[in-house]
């Protein structure tokens, strides 16, 4: 804009009111007419200054303030928009010469022809001239746009007013002079447009004055249009100037035309703005239910991820009775969540694309794409947590087993060594007699074999010990303590029977008795006390079998066991007719036995009491290996139910998920008839469900039953109920398909027979019979339809059908793309205009337009989300509506 003030800047006086001090004189003698020239005087000064006001500042005496040539190019840059050359420095005549032809060319440049006004008149004063230059500009750009009917500039503004005064009793608008001077013509034009601001039936044809100041103080109250005619100028002048009149009453043209398009643009404006926020509600409600959504799953895959064993097999039957609960009661809403959330998601997608708007993009890490990868996460944890929890299960039963175990033999091992110390360690050989060392050192010999025998549970108890601590059994540490006294206890006994043999031995020529059938007795029956010990141990031991196959094994074993026993009976006589024999000796040579075999403590009362425990044992260990055998079969009665049912909803899941896939493709009719066939398909698959429950039924039974594999079907449950929920997603997310593709068809008018024709046509090119067309079928979709395609016109659809560049189509993509070729829609070109026009042709709108033009909440919604107008012509409060406009298309952020 013309910076008249810095070109000025050098020669101005203090006295801002003396904007210029006239040069020379002008010619007088062609003045106009005096009342003609006092009326275009009055007239064009305000029509001069309700422009240059919005450049901050007007006009006193319209022949002197343009003589310098600033303020005439100012109030031309200000009218037209446009930039004029930058004015000359200086108060010489030749730079305000050089100023004014600057302004004169720019008006030439508009096509308008200026005749006999040249700079030298203007810089000379000359009003004439000055006052034709003005009327020159005013013809140009307030009355030469002005079309009514295919008339346009003077005969148009006459056809306007004629229009908009024709209902209204005593106006006859046939000129611009003489039908305008009761002043009810001026009346009349405002009434018609704002009836609330004139009560006409109470003028009077009669009282011109009184008329037309009215008319003149209502403009300029309520229409901004300065006061430009005095009424006592008009009333007593027997013919008004006509380019006076023109002028003030193209200023009510602009005023009125202008609101009108205001409206339009605020209908406009306001029908942009609702579905604006209507999405803005959507997404609000997207992001809600995807940030509750991810909320959960992020609190639960901890605690699935969670693998702190428990230290008893009670708890960790607890941690899989939760599981249990979640996958029943907890997941199965969220399940319905996730399905949900996409199927919204879709129909944004719809409602975004039928309205023009961009697609819609989540927050950062809230995509579809996003959640499906935090619910492949939960998925993968929940998968590893129940195997987890099985195989946990099955290492404490194994702890359980081998604690117990190591318990028993360590409480045996305990009890034979219990004062064996005290006997190694005492002194009874120092006052026996010769006999009776014999009877010691033999002895002693048939302890070391006992001894001996008693290594390997020794070794036993060790190497359960050392499986205790490499399965991390919870109580490791009473374990390795016992283990570690009965080691410590074990090495002490070798060394104090090594040193008692010692002693033994160098007193061994002082002893020579020694009755070799006690000794024989004790060498025979020491190894077979130890074998039905360790019978009566393995009888009681503890088992842990899976399959029928385990147990026949145990069964066939015992089995076995018992064909031995027949040969230790014979050995049991053996041992006991050695004792018989002694007893008949002693009876025949009358030795008085102590009653107690010096070579052992194993009496035959004591043979006879475990070989009779033995013959106890064993119909109580076939009962329990039957009873085992029995459960065997039950669990294998579990499998083979649970696989039936498995082998039959497994295939039943397969065979419905290719008939969707094969439905979803075939399907006739309208839109309405394949959704409630696809609704009728959806419930006869929920009526499935049952099935589903009961196959559950028969899984927690097998899981409660610790049955862990299951050789009859390569179904799991896990297996089942994935293959349930993409059933079930799948039949839902088709539905939204359909209900989307009725949504296009009712926003872009589409018929029945047009979309059956799409579908006819997207089949006949799918050769895949996938629902997604590749590129090469789609170019040929195309040109079947009458495209005439090129790579960059091909390259240009690509990106709309399928824009993150799939190469793939889908039908929907083909009738969005369809429809949108067809069905005009907003631009933000069209919203930015709009608001132009409530601007007042204004760069920049205000708060107070905005409210004044727009209903209350979408006013305010304009004014939270416009940002400061930051231009060169920018006023307090200004707001920048074209960035706004482009916001509301995707092309830059709200």
């Known amino acids: 804009m013309v910076d008249y003030h810095e070109a000025n800047s050098q020669f101005q006086q203090p ?451 050392q499986e205790l601590n490499d399965l991390d059994y919870y109580d490791s540490p009473n374990v390795n303590a016992r283990c570690q006294t009965i080691c410590d206890h074990w090495d002490t006994l070798g060394s104090l029977t090594q040193s008692r043999r010692d002693a033994l031995e160098r007193t061994e020529k002082l002893q020579e008795t020694i009755d070799q059938l006690y000794l024989e007795y004790a060498k025979r029956a020491a190894p077979f006390n130890n074998w039905m010990e360790g019978a009566m141990e393995d009888l009681q031991d503890m088992f842990i079998v899976h399959t029928t196959e385990e147990i026949q094994g145990l069964i066939a074993a015992h089995e076995q066991f018992k064909e031995t026993l027949p040969d230790a009976d014979k050995e049991r006589e053996a041992i006991l007719g050695i004792h018989n024999e002694m007893m008949k000796i002693a009876q025949s040579y009358n030795i008085k036995l102590s009653g107690v075999n010096p070579y052992t403590s194993i009496t035959s ?40 049912k498995a082998n039959v909803v497994g295939p039943w899941i397969q065979t419905k998920m290719q008939e969707i896939g094969r439905i979803s493709i075939e399907m006739h009719g309208t839109l309405e008839d394949q959704l409630n066939q696809l609704k009728q398909y959806e419930s006869s698959i929920i009526n499935y469900k049952p099935n589903i429950e009961k196959l559950e039924q028969d899984h927690q039974l097998i899981q409660e039953a610790l049955i862990f594999d299951n050789k009859h079907t390569n179904y799991t449950m896990e297996h089942i109920r994935v293959g349930w929920e993409q059933l079930l997603t799948t039949i839902a997310r088709t539905i939204n398909e359909i209900e989307n593709q009725i949504l296009t068809r009712d926003a872009k008018g589409i018929s029945q027979d047009q979309l059956n024709e799409f579908r006819s046509s997207f089949n006949h090119f799918d050769k895949k019979r996938t629902g997604l067309m590749d590129a090469d079928d789609f170019r040929a979709l195309l040109i079947s339809t009458g495209y005439s395609l090129g790579e960059a016109e091909f390259a240009r659809i690509m990106s709309i059908v399928a824009p993150n560049n799939t190469e793939e189509v889908s039908f929907q993509a083909f009738i969005d793309f369809m429809s949108r070729e067809t069905t005009d829609t907003d631009t933000a070109e069209q919203v930015m205009a709009s608001f132009k026009i409530l601007a007042g042709d204004k760069s920049y709108i205000t708060a107070e337009e905005l409210r004044r033009e727009l209903p209350p909440d979408q006013a305010e919604y304009c004014i939270a989300r416009m940002a400061p107008y930051r231009g060169p012509d920018a006023v307090p409060g200004a707001l920048d509506y074209m960035s706004f406009s482009t916001a509301l298309y995707g092309e830059s952020d709200l």
Request: proline share 3%; net charge negative; charged share 30%.
């Open 15 to 465: 006295n801002h009111g003396d904007y210029m001090q006239p040069e020379e004189d002008w010619d007088r003698d062609l003045l106009l007419d005096p009342a003609w020239e006092r009326q275009q005087r009055k007239t064009f000064t305000a029509w001069c200054n309700s422009h240059l006001r919005k450049a901050g500042t007007q006009i006193e005496v319209i022949e002197e303030d343009f003589r310098d040539g600033l303020k005439l190019m100012l109030l031309l840059e200000v009218i037209s928009g446009e930039r004029l050359p930058k004015p000359e420095r200086g108060k010489m005549r030749v730079h305000k010469i050089n100023n004014v032809n600057k302004a004169l060319d720019f008006i030439a440049s508009k096509g308008v022809k200026l005749v006999s006004i040249g700079a030298e008149e203007i810089v000379d004063g000359n009003v004439k001239m000055t006052l034709g230059m003005i009327w020159t500009i005013i013809l140009r750009f307030a009355i030469q746009d002005i079309s009514v009917e295919e008339t346009s500039a003077k005969e148009g503004l006459l056809l306007w007013c004629q229009r908009k005064t024709a209902p209204y009793k005593n106006v006859n608008v046939q000129n611009f002079h003489i039908s305008w001077k009761d002043g009810l013509a001026f009346n009349a034009l405002i009434h018609r447009h704002r009836p609330e601001l004139i009560d006409y039936d109470k003028l009077r044809k009669d009282d011109p004055l009184t008329n037309l100041n009215n008319a003149f103080e209502v403009a300029e109250k309520y229409l901004d249009i300065p006061k430009m005619l005095d009424a006592e100028d008009i009333v007593n002048t027997a013919r008004p100037d006509e380019k006076a009149i023109m002028t003030y009453v193209s200023c009510f043209y602009h005023a009125f035309s202008g609101a009108q398009k205001a409206e339009t643009a605020a209908n406009r404006i306001c029908k942009v703005l609702a579905v604006n926020q209507e999405n803005e509600h959507l997404m609000e409600d997207y992001e809600k239910l995807a940030s509750d959504l991810l909320e959960w799953i992020r609190q639960t895959k901890p605690w699935l991820e969670n693998r702190e064993p428990e230290k008893t097999m009670q708890a960790m039957q607890q941690k899989l009775e939760d599981f249990r609960d979640y996958r029943r009661v907890h997941k199965p809403p969220k399940v319905q969540e996730k399905c949900q959330l996409e199927i919204n998601f879709n129909t944004l997608q719809t409602k975004l694309r039928l309205s023009n708007r961009p697609a819609f993009m989540p927050s950062e890490g809230k995509m579809v794409s996003d959640i499906n990868n935090a619910w492949q996460g939960l998925e993968q944890a929940e998968k590893g947590y129940e195997e987890w929890l099985l195989n946990e299960i099955r290492r404490l039963e194994r702890l359980d087993h081998l604690a117990e175990k190591f318990r028993q033999k360590a409480t045996i091992h305990e009890d034979w060594t219990k004062d064996k110390e005290a006997m190694l360690t005492q002194k009874d050989y120092e006052t026996a007699t010769l006999a009776d060392i014999k009877a010691l050192l033999k002895k002693h010999e048939a302890f070391e074999s006992d001894l001996a025998a008693h290594q390997d549970r020794v070794e036993q108890i060790a190497a359960i010990a």
């Open 605 to 644: 009362q004591s043979i006879n009491d475990k070989w009779d425990k033995v013959q106890q044992f064993v119909p109580a260990r076939d009962q329990a290996l039957q009873a085992e055998f029995n459960k065997q079969q039950s669990n294998e009665h579990l499998r083979e139910q649970f696989a039936n």
